[in-house]
């Protein structure tokens, strides 16, 4: 998502840096670039032109031009904006005092409304919630089972009845307070496009069930087109914010970009992938700094928590400073890495990866490679890989269905890690401080991801 506006902006940063001042000629430039980065990337035209007119205000004023680093400043100044444009901050959300808290999903018709109810349940149980899912979209076939069959992969409640949706909403909020249930996500009828039918009865349902929280579904694939439904959504039922579906599958993101100037509604959660737990809160300051490519470091951090065992990432973090780490250990590792979903994701998250090394290919193939690698490997060749010689090597690449020099690459990859782990392992025990672009990440994920084994 936004590599294309990422890209451009990387370029504009990159020329900046080597002036030592800048001129009224280079802001002119860079804020040209910048526009057509931010209009290449779908974003709405208005928007762009208040938001270049706003970077234009601060990057002639005189805390640019006695900067330093002006073009350090001019970063801070772009990003800062980008937060706006993005939301600002992250929507929080307020749970009703009297159970339960109602949430109310709108969209069209392909949005992607009834997968993001289903993983919005999700993310709510993830908090500790008892989420129950109403379907109140009686029009589209299968709608209803569609429903159920994700409520039932998530092991959360569906209620539906036959007949009229109003009604229907309005049984299933008396069913979630019988039998106690925290949350009621109320999935309602799309449409291909926006009609009056369509919003009367959503309206209704509305009424009906009192949500604390309107999400409006938007699929970030379709642009400016995004903007103006939730235009015209926020209309009949003031919205509280939208989810952005299919993240994943734009690489401009220019509704991501548009929806909160022109609505001045936030970007509440995005759906990032197909798998149910491919959906998270929207982070505007985070985002930014991906775009930036400053990486993001605490959305890292919080994946790797959800799959690494706090006391089993401690373990194998001292044995790594120790020296002692074998090739079974990191073989755990690898596997808890690819819970953690796409490894181009993951390593978007990273700060400081170049654009060559995001355009390299990075795939799951490289850790499908390094696997097999390994499982060909005896015992002892995976607990001491130093004996690995040139005959073992033959053998491990027959076993593995990969060449001799994957093997080399592994083996030598492996060693320079463990020299490099037991380093900052010794320079910890002597009071110094370990940091660089990975502090703060655990460290066995740190160390799998920088080695990349299996690239080929």
Known sequence: ?????????????????????????????????????????????????NVVERIRVQAIGAKVAEALDPGQQIIKIVNAELVAMLGGETLKIAYASQPPTVVLMAGLQGSGKTTSAAKLAAWFKAQGRN???VGADLQRPAAVEQLKVLGAQINVPVFSAPGDPVATAAAGLAEAKRIGRDVLIVDTAGRLAIDAEMMQQVSDISAAVKPDYTFLVVDAMTGQDAVTVAKAFDETLSISAVILSK?????????????????????AFAA????????????????????????????LIEQAEKVFEKEQAEAAAAKMF??????????????????????????????GVTKEM???????????????????????????????????????????????????????????????????????GKGGKKGGPMAGIPADLAAALGSRPGSR
């Not at 080597?18 to 802001?27: C, F, I, M, Q, S």
């Open 1 to 49: 998502m936004f590599d294309s506006l990422g890209d451009r902006l990387g370029g504009v940063f990159k020329r900046l840096r080597a002036k030592g001042r800048l001129t009224e000629a280079d802001v002119n430039e860079m804020l040209g670039e910048i526009r057509t980065a931010l209009l290449e990337a779908d974003v709405n035209i208005g928007v762009v032109r």
């Open 272 to 299: 990032t992938g197909e798998k149910m737990d491919a959906f998270e809160q929207f982070h505007p300051d985070r985002m930014a700094s991906r775009i930036l490519g400053m990486g993001d470091v605490l959305t």
């Open 131 to 133: 989420p129950m899912l």
């Open 358 to 428: 995001k355009n390299a290919q990075i795939s799951d193939d490289m850790l499908t490679v390094t696997e097999a690698i390994i499982y060909s490997m005896t015992t002892e060749e995976r607990r001491k890989p130093e004996i690995i010689n040139g005959s073992r090597r033959t053998r491990i690449a027959k076993g593995s269905g990969t060449q001799v020099s994957d093997v080399n690459k592994l083996v030598k990859q492996f060693s320079e890690m463990q020299k490099m782990m037991k380093r900052m392992g010794g320079m910890a």
């Open 322 to 351: 120790e020296g002692e780490f074998t090739l079974d250990d990191f073989l755990d590792q690898l596997q808890q890495i690819k819970k953690m979903g796409s490894l181009t994701n993951v390593m978007g998250m990273l700060p």
């Open 247 to 267: 993240l994943d599958g734009d690489a401009r993101g220019g509704a991501a970009l548009s929806v909160k100037e022109v609505i001045g509604k936030p970007i």
